[in-house]
């Protein structure tokens, strides 16, 4: 089974030590699924201080991270055929799941990671994509990669036990994912819905379907845009178009139609 090649420049490499204590990445990393590779960028720094940052052109608070040595970590860096930079800025596009799913098809991310004010305006040559991790700002990159590399680990086969966990999962299909209920049946007099534990494989299927909807509208109704249509039977007459199915069709934020079943 091919490697995933994950190359980060970072002035922390310290913080990447909890990616070995989060369950199915550290169980990747241990079978050899993902390479990671910490580029500490210290070592790329100048003169004897190392100096990796300065005080920014014109003024201003904070310190700027040079482009020099991200340049040279970069350069340092084995490319492999499919490979892509990803530069880590509260600026980027804001990170989604389906980027997961589209970067799980190359072999290698090459993250690099700011700190302090930022980086020097000239680093962003450097990347092919900008990404930021949600619309706040962080004291540093490094949260924002071990993100990425978790939710892209997790997409690679042989990584998670059950693959059929990622079928119905929240933002793959747009629609958030149904409720989950374990052991115990009453927990502190809240009962697991009957449909649960009736059986009915075709019935649980429609329950869960038809709960996932309803999650996305009441709490995420921006995934789903606003052309809901309904098309009722024409006997029920609330709708001109003469389409005979009954059905409802749904538009969904990206792009998708899914035409519910129930
Ligand atoms: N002054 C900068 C923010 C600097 S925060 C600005 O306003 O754009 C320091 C570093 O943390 C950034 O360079 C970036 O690498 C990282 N960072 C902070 N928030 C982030 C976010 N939401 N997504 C991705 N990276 C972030």
């Known amino acids: 089974m091919s490697q995933f090649n994950f190359d980060v420049i970072t002035l922390f490499p310290k913080a990447f030590e909890l990616i070995n204590n989060l369950g199915v990445i ?13 580029h500490d960028l210290r070592e790329y720094g100048e003169g004897s201080y190392r100096q990796v940052d300065d005080k920014p052109y014109g003024g201003g608070s904070g ?31 804001v990170l989604k799941q389906k980027d997961f799913l589209r970067w799980s098809a190359l072999d290698q991310l090459i993250i690099i990671c700011g ?12 990347a092919d994509e900008e990404v930021s991790l949600g619309d706040y700002v962080l ?8 993100s990425i590399i978790n939710g892209l680990t997790r997409l690679l086969p042989g990584t998670l036990g059950d693959p059929r966990s990622l079928i119905d999962e929240s933002h793959n ?6 409720p989950h209920y374990t052991r115990p049946m009453i927990f502190q007099e809240m009962k697991v819905p009957d449909i649960l534990v009736s059986g ?15 999650r996305t509208i009441d709490r995420r109704n921006d995934l789903i ?29 990206n792009e998708c139609e899914i035409y519910p079943d129930w």
């Not at 299909?173 to 149904?178: G, Q």
């Not at 845009?225 to 969904?252: A, F, G, T």
């Open 26 to 38: 550290t169980r990747a990393l241990e079978k050899n699924r993902i390479n990671l590779r910490l």
């Open 200 to 214: 009915n494989h075709e019935e649980i299927r429609l329950w869960r379907k038809k709960k996932m909807l309803e």
């Open 173 to 178: 299909s747009s629609l958030l994912e149904y």
């Open 225 to 253: 845009s606003n052309e809901v249509y309904k098309k009722l039977s024409k006997n029920k007459n609330l709708h001109e178009d003469d389409d005979e199915d009954e059905m409802l069709r749904i538009r969904l934020g």
């Open 139 to 146: 004291s540093g990159g490094e949260i924002p990669a071990i």
């Open 63 to 93: 310190m700027v991270l040079k482009p020099e040595p991200i340049y040279k970590a970069h350069e340092s860096i084995k490319k492999f055929p499919k490979s892509k930079t990803l530069l880590m800025t509260p600026q980027g596009k």
């Open 115 to 126: 700190q302090y004010e930022g980086f020097d305006e000239r680093v962003r040559y450097l």
